[in-house]
């Protein structure tokens, strides 16, 4: 069974004070670990898409890193509109096209 | 493209009502999903669709059904409501020619069960 743990539930930061966002996940063979924000009220707005160890992904001020087991979203020089959930998600060898989605981290960027 | 739409945005049923959610994607997506997302359990699978005419459950697939008639639909139903299905109901679809791997979802339907 696939789990996806992430970490902290909730982190506050100043408005420039860069921060990681931590995603650990058990998989049967890795076919994708996914990243995104969802806003309050709204849908999940995908971001990046890792498939293997070693890759790296960057958008603006935010950067997603993979190893074998755990996934960070490094956030720089955070600004108020970065506030929002991140959520991690991870697609098993054994659960087809399914998603095993973590609780999120809930950030908040003070101005 | 509109992407993914969900129909209603609100509704508040009694125990025992049924009611359908709509799902509408214009992104010729051969996969589609229905997910319900409550305070403190993450996103859950409740059923899925790997093409039109075929559905397949989720992880907490009990008191809801689907049909995907038509590629571009997937419906929700829920034949007698209860309120532990009051919840935050999302759809999403994924997979197109160009085989990109992710899923895009819809804005969330609220649905509340006095």
């Known amino acids: 069974e696939d789990q996806v743990t992430q970490s902290p539930e909730a982190l506050r930061l100043q408005e420039g004070e860069s921060s990681s966002l931590n995603c650990s996940y058990t998989?049967?063979?890795?076919?994708?670990l996914f990243w995104y924000r969802q806003d309050p009220g709204k849908g999940p707005e995908f971001l990046f898409t890792?498939?293997?160890a070693g890759e790296e992904k960057e958008k603006e001020r935010l950067k997603a890193t993979l190893t074998k087991k755990e996934s960070f979203l490094h956030i720089t020089a955070p600004k108020p509109e970065d506030s929002a959930t991140y959520l991690c998600a991870v697609q098993g060898g054994t659960s087809g096209s399914r998603l095993t989605f973590g609780e999120g981290t809930q950030l908040t960027v003070n101005p | 493209n509109a992407g993914v739409t969900q129909t209603p945005k609100f509704r508040v049923l009694k125990t025992g009502q049924s009611m359908t959610l709509l799902c509408a994607q214009d992104?010729?997506?051969?996969?589609m999903y229905w997910y319900r997302q409550d305070p403190g359990m993450g996103l859950r699978l409740i059923h899925y669709?790997?093409?039109?005419?075929?559905?397949a459950k989720g992880e907490v697939p009990d008191g809801y059904n689907v049909s995907r008639l038509k590629k571009q639909n997937f419906l929700l139903g829920l034949e007698s409501a209860a309120p532990s299905q009051t919840s935050v109901y999302f759809c999403?679809?994924?997979?197109?020619?160009?085989?990109?791997?992710?899923?895009?979802f819809g804005p969330g339907t609220r649905l509340t069960v006095l």
């Open positions: 999403a679809s994924k997979g197109d020619s160009r085989g990109y791997n992710e899923q895009f």
């Open positions: 998989v049967s063979g890795l076919r994708g």
């Open positions: 890792l498939y293997s």
């Open positions: 669709s790997v093409g039109e005419g075929t559905t």
């Open positions: 992104m010729n997506h051969e996969y």
